[in-house]
């Protein structure tokens, strides 16, 4: 079982440290701040523009509804098979030259999308691009946390989190002006552009020191196979379960309700894809202010308290958004609901980097986060089932309950580890 240690910073500043290059580079906590929140940016911006066309491929390649919500699902996939392998491959070879990998593989994948001529070679392209999108999260999330001291570490990890719904609000914004001239195939080359960027600025920064240094303290140490450190011990195991359902929780309700809404709206309230899009921008702003919050509230007041509040407030606010009817509810009530449903995604990179030492960090963060990944990628399937056999408000209505499971793993399974240095 991991031993922990306090570590006192004394202040809130960039370590001093922060621009001096490395041995292996010019890494630099801020540096790979933007490299993690980037990378995620380009995987967020990905995923919406595919939930904004689903209506569009659907007709040009005469997909039913089932084939068209199996995209996202096998996209998911690919993210949990890419997850894993590219995960274990960082806490071997290094964060900066596996991500580097990451990147290339989707966006080739990604550009293949435009010359798609049914669903089946679609699939395959987005299996494959998911697989290249399944890194990111994890070894992003690794690289700069550790860069950052103890105290802003939830921070850090809520600033990532942002990096998502940053590039899914770009594409709530650029897909209506786009999409109606240059069409799906257009749009997924669109999505080349910021994983390009992405691999600039992957190229401008060194390894992480930490990894470098653990490696070269360990150099001589035959090492644990990292996905077998997850599951070391009885407790250790009960925390990764525990890990395993919070972010389960959180994809299949961030999922179920980012890709069903703009037809939910579209079919219930009569909504175009502008005024879908302006309700979609709207969530994602509070999303945004909900991760904000919960990075600092979880620096205070520790991660467990602020997992249990954003749950409870998840639960309440995805309840009452079934029951609203009018335009204006429907747009403050996204923005609340919103803030608690995905705000959690500003704990989970700090909760993971303090529960696994850093030979199997970005393993922990890739493996785990996949999971749950793998199981949020049901979420609009079985929203699209209960829709089909009951109405969109119940399917949202139910999808409240899973939030009571998080609730109980979080008061159950989960320690409270504020303060510790990294192992």
Request: hydrophobic content about 50%; aromatic content about 12%; glycine content about 12%.
């Amino acid at each position: 079982m991991p031993i922990y240690k306090q570590d006192r910073v004394e202040s809130l500043d960039v370590p001093a440290h922060a621009n001096a290059p490395s041995a292996v580079g010019t890494h630099s906590p801020v540096r790979a701040l933007i490299a993690a929140v980037s990378g995620y940016a380009m995987d967020g911006f990905d995923l919406l523009i595919l939930g904004f066309m689903l209506n569009l491929i659907s007709a040009d390649l005469g997909l039913t509804s089932s084939q068209a919500g199996s995209l996202v699902t096998w996209t998911l996939t690919g993210g949990v098979v890419g997850g894993v392998g590219f995960g274990i491959l960082s806490d071997y070879l290094g964060r900066v030259r596996v991500l580097t990998y990451t990147i290339l593989l989707f966006a080739l994948f990604t550009g293949l999308c435009a010359l798609a001529t049914g669903y089946a070679d679609l699939l395959v392209y987005r299996f494959v691009a998911g697989i290249g999108l399944g890194g990111e999260f994890g070894i992003g999330m690794a690289l700069a946390i550790e860069a950052w001291p103890a105290d802003q570490r939830a921070r850090v990890s809520s600033y990532v989190g942002m990096g998502w719904q940053l590039g899914v609000l770009a594409a709530a914004v650029i897909t209506p002006l786009l999409l109606p001239h240059i069409g799906w195939r257009g749009m997924f080359v669109v999505g080349l552009f910021p994983a390009v960027g992405s691999f600039v600025i992957r190229k401008a920064i060194g390894e992480s020191e930490l990894f470098v240094r653990t490696n070269a303290t360990n150099a001589t140490k035959k090492r644990e196979f990292p996905i077998k450190t997850l599951f070391r011990d009885k407790t250790t195991t009960k925390h990764s379960i525990g890990v395993i359902i919070l972010c389960s929780v959180q994809n299949f309700g961030y999922y179920g309700l980012i890709v069903w809404m703009p037809a939910y709206l579209s079919k219930m309230f009569g909504y175009t894809l502008t005024k879908s899009a302006i309700w979609t921008g709207a969530s994602i702003l509070g999303m945004l202010a909900g991760i904000w919050i919960f990075g600092q509230l979880a620096d205070r007041i520790g991660r467990k308290p602020a997992f249990i509040g954003y749950q409870i407030g998840a639960l309440v606010m995805v309840f009452v958004y079934s029951t609203l009817s009018t335009p204006d509810a429907l747009l403050i009530g996204g923005i609340f609901m919103g803030l608690f449903v995905n705000g959690m995604m500003g704990g989970y990179g700090a909760l993971m980097a303090e529960l696994y030492p850093t030979h199997a960090r970005s393993t922990a963060q890739n493996v785990l986060w996949s999971i749950g990944r793998a199981v949020g990628g049901f979420g609009p399937l079985v929203i699209g089932a209960l829709a089909t056999h009951y109405s969109f408000g119940t399917a949202i209505a139910l999808l409240a309950s899973i939030y009571i499971l998080d609730l109980l793993a979080t008061l159950f399974l989960i320690p409270e580890l504020r303060g510790v240095a990294l192992e």
